[in-house]
């Protein structure tokens, strides 16, 4: 189970903060991932973390913008998003799965997602 908050509507320019809570996923997964999806796209793997090591993964279109990290003693994992432009707009889904992030594919657990608005 995966539950994701934080989502809302900012302006351009603007930040937000995406919580993942994966209460069922203790430790975390092997590899913890943000992906989004607007209307009439196909869903993107927008961020990814390792959780032994922390190696990180990120999307060329929101690299240097957005960092995701995680809190393995509360079982989250974040998306902190920055400098947000009308393009970032989309549901966002917290997923995970038990294998490397090399690959942006192979996601077994997905939750409900949240919504980014930006004007």
């Known amino acids: 189970q995966l539950v994701e908050s934080g989502g809302g509507s900012v302006e351009a320019g603007g930040s937000l903060r995406l919580s993942c809570a994966a209460p069922?996923?203790?430790?975390?997964?092997?590899?913890m991932a943000w992906f989004r999806q607007a209307p009439g796209e196909e869903r993107e793997g927008v961020a990814a973390i390792m959780i032994v090591g922390a190696t990180t993964y990120y999307a060329d279109s929101v690299k240097g913008r957005f960092t995701i990290s995680q809190d393995n003693a509360k079982n989250m994992v974040y998306l902190q998003m920055n400098g947000l432009t009308p393009d970032d707009a989309a549901m966002y889904y917290c997923a995970a799965k038990a294998r490397s992030c090399s690959q942006w594919n192979g996601y077994n657990y997905w939750g409900q997602g949240t919504q980014v608005t930006v004007s």
């Open positions: 069922g996923h203790s430790p975390l997964s092997t590899c």
